[in-house]
C-alpha cells in the first residue's frame, strides 16, 4: 500500500504563492504519475495538475501557466508551485498517484486546505 502526504497549504492573499509538496511512502517502487486534485467549498473535486516519472505533464486550463507541477523521483516527493492565487484557488488540494497508466489514482493523500483572501 501507498501513502501519500501533503504539506504547505495555508492562508495567503490574492497574488501571493505557495508550495505544496506530497511524499510518498510504502509500495512505492511501481509509481508512475503523481498529481493534484482539489476540491472547493460545494464542488466536485477536479484535477489541479500531474506529472508521470518520466515528466509528461497535464494541467487544468484554470492554473495553466500559474501552477507549474514537479517531480523528484529520488525523494518520491512531487511539487505543486501556486503562484498568483487567486480566491477561486481555494479548496482543499489532494495529491493522488497511480502505477497504472490511467486517470484511476487509487491513492490519496489526506489533503491540505489552501485558503486565498482577496
Known amino acids: 500500500q501507498v501513502q501519500l502526504v501533503e504539506s504547505g497549504g495555508g492562508l495567503v492573499q490574492a497574488g501571493g504563492s505557495l508550495r505544496l509538496s506530497c511524499t510518498a511512502s510504502?509500495?512505492?517502487?511501481?509509481?508512475?504519475?503523481m498529481g493534484w486534485y482539489r476540491q472547493a467549498p460545494g464542488k466536485q473535486r477536479e484535477l489541479v495538475a500531474t506529472i508521470t516519472r518520466d515528466g509528461n505533464t497535464n494541467y487544468a486550463d484554470s492554473v495553466k501557466g500559474r501552477f507549474p507541477i514537479s517531480r523528484d523521483n529520488a525523494k518520491n516527493t512531487v511539487y505543486l508551485q501556486m503562484n498568483g492565487l487567486e480566491p477561486e484557488d481555494t479548496a482543499v488540494y489532494y495529491c493522488?498517484?497511480?502505477?497504472?497508466?490511467?486517470?484511476?489514482?487509487?491513492?490519496w493523500g489526506k489533503g491540505t486546505l489552501v485558503t486565498v483572501s482577496s
Open positions: 510504502g509500495d512505492i517502487s511501481r509509481l508512475y504519475r
Open positions: 493522488a498517484a497511480t502505477s497504472a497508466i490511467t486517470w484511476s489514482m487509487p491513492y
